[in-house]
Each structure stands twice: as structure tokens, then as C-alpha cells.
């Protein structure tokens, strides 16, 4: 260790001779190779008994609406808010028998009911899990099992699959103007109408589970991902209120547009957490319309819309369609959760000159904490994913060496801070192999430094395949592939596409004189999988490329593939 040590500041020592970088800056240290934030340090809560929700209603703010729904009107203000979450924690307690550490289901669309399900479950203790309310009853009985799934609230659509499995739901309501008498959602009516006087709050630790979020990780099949009430203070602190500081979002006048996903990191750490500590209104949209989101935006003076690349693309096409007048509230556009091209960013600003475009950087596993972006006016060159966010530490390290990169080097990302996840659920190997003793997180994505501090992304060592903004674990498939009769052999790869990003290809070795067409593979993923998760194209071949050690070579297939192209 000591020799490695010592390499390591020689080789760092070396390029700084060869004046790789001139001065080493404050932020970034060569004898231990490791970056900080320029940021300045930002005050975490030091009572180790305080939950994100008392948290997040403890922040000082004069805002009165808090969601707005946008296809009915439907408001809900501030004052409202923080009885019905009370409400609903009680409820969970005293009718259904929730109590600290047990775990919920939220399959769920984008609600206004949404948020107070999530922080009631999470003020009374208990721990939430969430998944796309289009997921499978087999992917939906495997995370429940996982998870050990103690109640669900879903839509009335789903009530008898979830019946089916055995676990007690709760119907919630789309439409905020529901009848509470229809039977679906007697049970969610009795449970926010509690007397949420009747329980006092529980007492919870930072260091107690909060969530479970499912994410592919590097490799392997998707893993549940174990946040704390910590890290997601860390999230609503150093995300979304540390930005909001930094271009003047903290203002009670600001209206956010919800169309991303809530059951994912991005969309739950900004719209379920975050903005509500800023005191601003949330436009809710249960599922994109181009014509709704134009009419959303403009009607309720949306002026800011955080979003992943396909809605992005979605509103430069309208912003170029629509007539003079329109979308002219709009003054910050977000993006994150997937790698945007520089062509999209520059048409983005050349549409909508008068809208400032930031993007950043996080994972599931760092609670959506890593980077965050800038205002395009500021800097000319869009790659980058912006600054290390405050209170967070990096290392490039070269996979291949195992030495620290100084800036200008490319290397696998690590990151360290209080947003970084506990472990993954009942994964011990996986939980040690991706965060190291020393509580380094491995992204598993290849990136550098410039000279100013601000990072890029190069490419990933990670095999997850990402779909517009989700992440695809290529091992669901291939276990869903194998387990055809006619299939001997499958690997998954993620193809680039213009509008989606990464689509997943299927490469497939049939089983002697099996007569499979590509419809057919297909159409077997597509029953057994949520609609984003399907395969869209399959390459019948003779022999999956493996190592010796039997390890996949997904890399030499995708080369193989792109010089047919």
C-alpha cells in the first residue's frame, strides 16, 4: 500500500513537472489526489435526530401553493400540506398498522396525492420504495419481495394484481376532485382525514432508513439502493437548495413544471423533497403531452422546467413550432439524469435565448448528489456537467493502473460525501465492491477535470443502459431471454438512438434447430417487462463473446455492431 501511495503522488508530481496543470488549485490536492468542491461548505443539520420531512416544514418561506394540478386546476396550499402528510402518517399507523422500519410501495403515476403519501410514510418512520406504476407483475413481485413490501398505494387499474400477490393496497386517486364515497379510494380518503393530532411524532434517527430505490449499479442485475433520512437532507441541501441559491430560485414567485418521473431519484429529491422547502408551486402532469405541457407552462406562468434529454428535445421542436407569445415565462431549463449531446444544448439556447440551461450530474446511489451544472450565458463551452456539488470530495482513478488522475486525465469517478448511499439491500458483495473502506462510491463512469474545476463525462465502465433518462439493468433481460424455451444463450447492449438515447438490443444464440424470429423475442420481453424495459432490436448470432474467466464482452459487441453500421 505504501509503494502504491507513493506511485501514486510520483506519477501526479511527474505531470506537474511536464506542466500538465501549472499550479496545483485549492481544490484539488496532489499528494492525495483527490478533488473538493470550490464550493463553500454548506451546514448539515448536526442533530442526529431529525427526519427530512420536519426538515424540509422546518425551512423558513411564505409560500402559499404548493401543487397545482394541471390538468384540472386543482390546488393545494401550503397551509394544507404539512396536516395532510400528518394525517396520512397517523393513518398508516393507527388503521393500517404501519410502524417504524416497515416498507411501502408507491406505484405510482406523478400526483398531487403523490407527496403526501411519500412524506407521510416517511414523517411516521417507515420506509418507502417506489417503481414505475407500468412495471410488470413480475418485476412488481420481485421488488416486493426484495423489500418485503408491508403495504402499496397504487392506482385503482392495479388493485387486483397487487391483491393477487398478496399485498394489501391502498387505491389513490389521479384526479384530485375524486369522489371519496367510489370503494377505490374510501380507504386513501380515511387515511388523510386522520386526526393527525393523535400521534406524536416518532423519533428517527438520520442514520434510519428512508428509502429504497432500485438502480443498476456497475454491473449485474438492478439492486435496491438504501438511502437514509441523512442523505436525503443531504439531497434537498446540497442539490436543490444549494442551486436554488446559486441562481436565485430561492423565491416563493418561482413555479416548477413536474412531468420527469417522482419514483425516480431526479424527480423525488426536486419535486417530494426539495422545492417544497423553497416555499415555490409544482405544476403536476400525471404523463407528457407535448400540447399539455405547452398549455401548462403558459397558463400557470411556469418558470422553471427541470427535465431529462427527450423532454428537452420536446420543447426546443415546439419552442420552434409555436407562434410568437408563447412559452415566454420559462427563465431556467434543467437537465440530468442522462448524457446530452452539445448540438441539443446549442439549439436549445438558440431557441429560447432568454432561458438560462444548466445540467448536472448524480446517481441513485449518491441521491442525485454529485455536480451541479451553470448558466450557458456564463460559459461557452455546454459539455460540462458543472462543478462538484458543496460538501463533496472526487478521485479520477485509472482503471487500468489504479493511479489518482490530476486534471486533464481521464479515469473511473469516485465520489465521497453525505449523500452517498448507506449499501445496497442484502447485497454485502455489492455493497463492498461499489463502496470501498474508505466510503469512496464508484461510479463506474470514465470522466476528467478541466483546469477550472468543472467535470465531463467521457464514457461508462457500468453496463446500465439508459432509456430516456431511466436506467435499464441489461441482466433483467438476459434472465428474462434464457428463460425462453428456444433461447440457449443472450446479452443486452444499449444502442445509441437520436430521441431515446441508449435502446436496448438483444444478441441472441438459438437453441439447435429452434425457429425464433426477431417478432418473437420481442413480443416474449415486451409480456414480462414495463414498456421503457423492452427490447426494440435482436441480432441472432452463433456465439456470446466471453473472457476466459466467463465474463460477458459487451464492449467487442457493441464495436462489432457500430462497424456494420
Request: glycine share 6%; net charge positive.
Amino acid at each position: 500500500m505504501a509503494k502504491f501511495f507513493s506511485q501514486n503522488i510520483s506519477n501526479i508530481k511527474h505531470l506537474h513537472k511536464q506542466n500538465q496543470f501549472i499550479d496545483s488549485p485549492h481544490w484539488f490536492s496532489l499528494e492525495t489526489g483527490i478533488y473538493s468542491s470550490k464550493h463553500s461548505l454548506r451546514t448539515l443539520p448536526s442533530n442526529p435526530f431529525v427526519d427530512v420531512v420536519s426538515h424540509i416544514f422546518s425551512q423558513n418561506h411564505h409560500g402559499k401553493t404548493s401543487f397545482i394540478d394541471s390538468s384540472t386546476g386543482y390546488t393545494l396550499s401550503y397551509s394544507e400540506l404539512q396536516p395532510l402528510v400528518k394525517s396520512m402518517a397517523c393513518g398508516l399507523h393507527h388503521q393500517m398498522g404501519i410502524k417504524k422500519g416497515d416498507v411501502v410501495l408507491l406505484l405510482l403515476p406523478n400526483s398531487v396525492y403523490f407527496h403526501i403519501v411519500f412524506l407521510g410514510v416517511l414523517y411516521l418512520g417507515a420506509v418507502v420504495t417506489t417503481m414505475n406504476p407500468l412495471s410488470s407483475v413480475l418485476e412488481i413481485k420481485k421488488q416486493t419481495t426484495q423489500c418485503n413490501v408491508s403495504l402499496a398505494f397504487t392506482s385503482s387499474s392495479r388493485l387486483k394484481e397487487l391483491s393477487a400477490l398478496g399485498i394489501t393496497s391502498v387505491g389513490v386517486p389521479e384526479n384530485p376532485n375524486y369522489n371519496p364515497n367510489i370503494v377505490d379510494f374510501s380507504c386513501f380518503h380515511q387515511l388523510i382525514s386522520s386526526n393527525h393530532r393523535a400521534m406524536p411524532p416518532p423519533k428517527i434517527s438520520q442514520d434510519d432508513t428512508a428509502a429504497i430505490l432500485f438502480s443498476s449499479g456497475t454491473t449485474g442485475a438492478s439492486k435496491g439502493v438504501v438511502l437514509t433520512h441523512k442523505n436525503l437532507i443531504s439531497a434537498v441541501e446540497l442539490f436543490v437548495r444549494f442551486e436554488a441559491s446559486q441562481y436565485g430560485n430561492n423565491n416563493e414567485e418561482n413555479t416548477y413544471l413536474a412531468i420527469i418521473p417522482m419514483f425516480h431519484i431526479y424527480g423525488l429529491t426536486l419535486f417530494t423533497l426539495g422545492i417544497l422547502s423553497l416555499g415555490s408551486s409544482i405544476v403536476v402532469m400525471n404523463k407528457f403531452d407535448h400540447n399539455e405541457m405547452v398549455r401548462a407552462i403558459d397558463k400557470y406562468r411556469v418558470t422553471h422546467f427541470p427535465a431529462v434529454p427527450p423532454l428537452l428535445k420536446a420543447l426546443i421542436k415546439v419552442g420552434k413550432s409555436v407562434y410568437c407569445g408563447r412559452l415566454k415565462s420559462l427563465k431556467q431549463v434543467s437537465s440530468g439524469a442522462a448524457p446530452l449531446s452539445t448540438k441539443c444544448i446549442e439549439e436549445f439556447a438558440q431557441t429560447f435565448p432568454h432561458v438560462d440551461f444548466i445540467q448536472g450530474y448524480g446517481l441513485s446511489e449518491s441521491t442525485a448528489v454529485g455536480t451541479r451544472g451553470f448558466n450557458t450565458k456564463e460559459i461557452r463551452n455546454y459539455t460540462s456537467v458543472g462543478l462538484l456539488a458543496p460538501n463533496m470530495q472526487a478521485k479520477v482513478v485509472d482503471n487500468v493502473t489504479g493511479l489518482c488522475s490530476p486534471p486533464g486525465k481521464t479515469g473511473e469517478l469516485w465520489l465521497r460525501g453525505p449523500g452517498i448511499m448507506k449499501e445496497y439491500l442484502n447485497n454485502v458483495e455489492a455493497s463492498c465492491s461499489t463502496i470501498d473502506k474508505h466510503g469512496w462510491l464508484h461510479t463506474g463512469d470514465i470522466v476528467y477535470f478541466d483546469h477550472q474545476g468543472y467535470l465531463y463525462i467521457v464514457d461508462r465502465l457500468k453496463d446500465v443502459i439508459k432509456y430516456k433518462g431511466f436506467q435499464i439493468a441489461p441482466a433483467d433481460l438476459e434472465d428474462v431471454l434464457v428463460s425462453h424455451p428456444d433461447i440457449d444463450d443472450a446479452v443486452v447492449i444499449g444502442r445509441l438512438d437520436e430521441e431515446a438515447g441508449e435502446i436496448p438490443m438483444a444478441f441472441v444464440v438459438k437453441k439447435p434447430k429452434a425457429k425464433i424470429s426477431q417478432y418473437d423475442v420481442i413480443n416474449f420481453v415486451a409480456k414480462q417487462v414495463a414498456p421503457y424495459k423492452r427490447v426494440q432490436k435482436v441480432e441472432f448470432i452463433n456465439e456470446i463473446p466471453k473472457s476466459a474467466a466467463g465474463k460477458i464482452l459487451r464492449r467487442e459487441l457493441k464495436h462489432t455492431f457500430s462497424s456494420r453500421l
